[in-house]
């Protein structure tokens, strides 16, 4: 049987990980022999979708158990479904874990009371990370931020509430073709389109023209054609963009149909 213990370090003394995303290795355990294979988990696994990727790793290997702190539910349920016994709640050494499994304390045995809770214990390191990858985001977000002040006041500066209701004058149809012109256009940051349509809505313009402005942003971009074209291929980069292009009218209609049929008769 092999087991598969979440940990902060290479060898057996090491600290099992308070949650089975943030580890740095798994110590793949053979019960009977003790021999251990030392498994690095890619800084990449260490985002979104961590567990995923330990849960490739874990069957991959052919493991029976994995012991860790905490595990999502949705990840606990992919073990399951591969085979996979996975214990939560365990604290400790690896060490200590795996004599625990080996010498007859029941609730870490499979059929057990697995899942037991894990008490909070402040660890100067887990809140550094946390702080860290907490500053990250803010870094990430700010030139999002400062993008969307500027385009503010641009729009209120250059774009007239005349021009706009010139071109944009109440047909659906028409005004939805113009919105998903004007949004196939530019390219940028799905939250710049919210603040433009948002705009949009302001000075009168149909809920049609906005609806399909903001599809067309996020899907559709004569800007980035050429690197996508460069990335991914000329025939599909310009098949992609023109399907999704075809595809802006109908759903930007369909989009408002469905909010005016929520606001007329569930509202």
């Not at 696994?45 to 539910?73: L, Q």
């Not at 023209?209 to 690197?227: D, N």
């Amino acid at each position: 049987m092999k087991i598969a213990i979440a940990t902060d370090g290479r060898d057996l003394d090491a600290r099992i990980t308070y949650r089975l995303g943030s580890a740095k290795y798994l110590l793949i355990v053979d019960v009977e022999s003790r021999v251990f294979e030392v498994v690095p988990v890619s800084i990449d696994e260490h985002k979104r979708g961590a567990g995923v990727g330990i849960v490739v790793m874990a069957i991959g290997r052919g493991v029976d158990v994995i012991i860790t702190g905490y595990c999502a539910p949705g990840i606990v349920d992919q073990m399951k479904d591969n085979g996979i016994e996975v214990l939560t709640g365990i604290q400790g050494t690896a060490r200590g874990a795996l004599d625990e499994y080996r010498y007859a304390e029941p609730d870490i045995k499979p059929g057990g009371v697995k899942n037991r809770p894990v008490p909070f214990i402040p660890d100067g390191h887990v809140m550094m990370g946390a702080m860290t990858r907490s500053f990250r985001q803010f870094a990430g977000m700010f030139p999002v931020l400062i993008g969307v002040i500027l385009i503010m006041g641009l729009f209120d500066a250059f774009v007239s509430r005349e021009l706009l209701l010139s071109v944009f004058q109440g047909n659906a149809f028409l005004d939805s073709l113009y919105g998903a012109c004007l949004g196939g256009l530019f390219a940028g940051n799905p939250i710049n389109s919210y603040v433009i349509g948002g705009e949009l809505l302001k000075y009168g313009i149909s809920l049609f023209a906005v609806t399909a402005f903001i599809v067309s942003w996020v899907t559709v971009g004569l800007v980035q054609l050429p690197a996508e074209m460069a990335a991914l291929g000329k025939k599909f980069a310009l098949l992609r963009n023109a399907a999704s292009f075809l595809m802006v009218v109908p759903v930007a209609m369909f989009t408002v149909f469905i909010v005016d049929f929520v606001t007329r008769w569930v509202v």
